[in-house]
């Protein structure tokens, strides 16, 4: 999911195409799920807001979905109505800390779990990120924030009820989510160290 504008980064740049470590924020994400066995295409979601994004995604020869632009909701089910039935592995831009090894958990657990639908949290007390109090809930007792990462049966996209299931990630990294130039100095300084 790359078409959002990105405003709470204060900048003019795309936020998908924000220099990370010396390359785009999305080549982060683009790298991990490349390693991944289990994917076999990957699709990029942009909309007009993110027209250097799309290039760029076209550049390294990847496929761009364009999206209305609506928001993410919206735009994640106008993709996945657009790819097709397959199930779908959905991931922001902005979260350029998820490693293989947790997307491969996630896809372990989504299979495990036998539900058309899985999405993921971070639990809030493992992490020192910066989260919009609208953005958080309560959820089994524990305070939770969404991961960015979620699995779905693209044919189950336009039911008007999905079950699903629902996993709080242990490694609050993963939902390090790039929103503000605090989160990218977090980004920064979390990557110099590994």
Do not use: C, W
Not at 13 to 34: A, F, T
Request: glycine share 6%; aromatic share 6%; charged share 35%.
């Amino acid at each position: 999911m790359a078409g959002g504008v990105g405003s709470r980064m204060e900048s003019t740049q795309e936020k998908p195409l924000i220099q990370l470590d010396g390359k785009p924020m999305i080549k982060h994400v683009i790298e991990s799920l490349n390693k991944l066995d289990s994917i076999e295409k990957i699709f990029v979601a942009t909309s007009s807001k993110t027209p250097k994004t799309s290039k760029f995604i076209e550049d390294i020869g990847l496929e761009v979905v364009e999206t209305s632009g609506s928001g993410y909701h919206p735009d994640m089910k106008e993709a996945i109505e657009k790819i097709g039935d397959e199930t779908v592995l959905v991931i922001s831009s902005d979260l350029p800390l998820v490693k293989k090894s947790d997307l491969e958990k996630i896809i372990r657990k989504f299979k495990k779990f036998e539900k058309p639908a899985l999405s993921t949290f971070i639990e809030l007390k493992n992490s020192d990120f910066e989260f919009r109090a609208e953005e958080s809930f309560e959820m089994d007792g524990r305070e939770v924030a969404p991961a960015g990462i979620n699995l779905i049966e693209g044919r189950k996209i336009d039911e008007s009820y999905i079950e699903q299931k629902n996993l709080i990630l242990s490694r609050s990294e993963i939902g390090l989510n790039v929103n503000s130039k605090n989160d990218l100095r977090r980004a920064e300084r979390i990557l110099s160290e590994r």
